[in-house]
Every structure is written in C-alpha cells, then in structure tokens.
C-alpha cells in the first residue's frame, strides 16, 4: 500500500508586502512554514495565493515558492489558475502543489454554467436592463496519476464569500451601506454567484463520472460554507436531496465527518467555530480512507482582525488533512 495525503490550506492573502509594513512575507512563512512541513502532504489546494511581479517576466508564485521551502513539497509541480500564458493571477490564485505526476489541467469559469442576468432593484441610478453576475473565481481542476497508476481528479474551489456584491449609489465605503434593502441585495447577489459556482462545480464532476464511472474526485478548497449549506449540498448530490437511490455512486462526502465534533472547525468567527474549508471525495476513495486533521490549535478569531484592523501573520483558517492508502 502507498500513503497519500492530500490537504487544502486557504493561506489568506499570502504575498509580497511592501518595506515596513507588517507583518512581512518574512514573518508569515516564519510562522506558516511550520504548518506546511506539518501537513506532511503528497497534494495541496492552496487558496488565495497571490502572484508576484517579476522585472520582463511573467507574474509568478514567487512567495508561495519561498514558503515551500524547506518542505516535503519544496520540488512539487504549482498547477495554477491563470488569466492567459504564462502569467498567474495578480491575486487568489487557486494552487494545486503536487508531488504525483500531473496528467492534465484545466479552469472553468462559466463553461458549464452561464452567468446569470439580474435586474437590480436598487441600483443608483436604476438598472436600464438585467446585468451579468459573473463569478470573480475560477474552478481548477487537475488530474493527476497516483502509484497504483488510476487517475485522480482534484477540483480546487474558492467560492464567493457572504460579504455582499457591491451596488452602484448604495455604498458609503467598504462596509457602510446606505439602505438594508441594499445590503440585503448584495447579500442575495453574493449568494447567486456562490450558487454559479457550487453548480458548476457539481456538474464538472457528474461530467468527469459520465466518462469515467469508476474515477476517483476530491474536491477541495474554501467553500465559504458549512457542510449543511445549500452550496455544499449542491456539490454533495445527497440521495435523500436528489431522492434518486441511483444516484448514490456520484454522492460526495465530507471526510471531516470523522473528525470529533468539538474539534470540527477551520475558521473562528465572532467567538465561534466555522467549517468552512472541505474535502469531499467520491464514494470510491473511502475504500483507502484512513482518517482526517484539522490544524485549528492556534487559529485566531478573524474577526477581531477587522475590529481593531490587525492583521495576523498565519492564516485566518486551518488546513485539513486526509490520508488515503492506496494499493
């Protein structure tokens, strides 16, 4: 048997900062790296990973490099979402880091879902006609060849997060909307956008067992929901949602199910512990399925980094590890 850990990690921002402002790349990876070596992983979704500029050369995860350093994943393969070439995206690029060969690669964003068109109510000035919600990120999905050479499929996520979509006229900054109903709104549109998102995703993957009923999927990354919120369950396929007893080879499931419920958490919020960040993997893969982490021991409350506008070296949320022995 060979053991295969595969982890997703949302590293928050992680990039260059400029000459004195805290706390530095330097300081991040002093205390992030540790938590790298930690994971002990074979593959990694990683988050919000931003790129660097580089003097007549593509744009490059060039700090994410730095932090590998010195790990087990120091020489693996960064499959990254990309705008075009070469370049990677200015900021949260998806990142699958892999030690196992990569077959082939791919990013969705509206290809198996188009964006939907939506009237705003209260717009200023008022919406002449429906306007796009198109998805700020996209879906990356790399397959990859594991030692009992069958394929798996990784599909990192990022979706959107509750903040609400802007509203033209209806923001007085960031975070001071001048009407509820406006607010509200965002939030709808916001929820629409992660809804795209959760769509496509589950239909990448009923497309990947159209072809393959026997292929092996793990979606990971930052959900930005519970494994009981609506867009979770929509990548789920649940048969008791789909009442198709048919169906039940294409559900997927949370590995974190077997973590301890007191310690199921990746994000702290106003005191309380979220799960936010999943693993869901193919009915198929729990044949090799050994069991879960999750690295919450020192996550802080991120938001108390808004109320007083400190920011914190290590990430606002916790990586999750799943191990997997494989023939």
Request: charged share 25%.
């Amino acid at each position: 048997m060979a053991e295969l850990r595969v982890a997703t990690f949302n590293l928050e921002n992680f990039d260059e900062t400029a000459a004195g402002e805290r706390p530095s790349l330097g300081e991040r990876i002093t205390l992030m790296r540790p938590q790298i070596a930690r994971l002990r992983a074979d593959v990694v979704c990683f988050q919000e990973v931003n790129g660097q500029e580089r003097p007549g050369r593509p744009r490059a995860l060039l700090a994410l490099r730095e932090l590998l350093t010195g790990t087990a994943l120091e020489r693996a393969e960064l499959v990254s979402t990309r705008p075009q070439g070469d370049e990677v995206y200015d900021e949260r690029n998806l990142v699958v880091a892999t030690a196992l060969p990569v077959v082939a690669r791919e990013q969705l964003k509206h290809q198996l879902v188009a964006a939907p068109r939506y009237q705003r109510l209260t717009a200023v000035p008022a919406d002449a006609a429906p306007v796009e919600v198109s998805v700020e990120r996209p879906i990356l999905h790399v397959e990859l060849s594991t030692p009992d050479g069958l394929p798996l499929h990784m599909i990192n996520v990022h979706l959107k997060s509750k903040i609400p979509t802007p509203i033209p006229g209806q923001t007085v900054d960031a975070y001071t909307w001048r009407a509820a109903d406006a607010w509200a709104e965002g939030v709808f549109l916001s929820s629409m956008k992660r809804m795209a998102q959760a769509v496509e995703v589950r239909r990448l993957v009923d497309r990947i067992l159209d072809a393959d009923p026997a292929a092996r999927v793990i979606v990971a990354g930052d959900f930005n929901a519970t494994p009981d919120d609506v867009p979770v369950l929509a990548i789920r396929g649940n048969v008791e949602d789909t009442g198709n007893g048919d169906l039940a080879g294409r559900v997927l499931v949370p590995i974190e199910n077997t973590v301890p419920l007191s310690n199921r958490y990746t994000l702290f919020h106003q005191g309380r512990g979220e799960m936010l960040d999943h693993l869901l993997v193919t009915r198929n893969l729990l044949a090799y399925y050994r069991g879960s982490e999750i690295h919450n021991e020192v996550l802080h409350d991120e938001s108390a980094s808004f109320a007083t506008d400190r920011k914190y070296p290590e990430s606002d949320h916790a990586p999750v590890v799943a191990t997997f022995d494989l023939p």
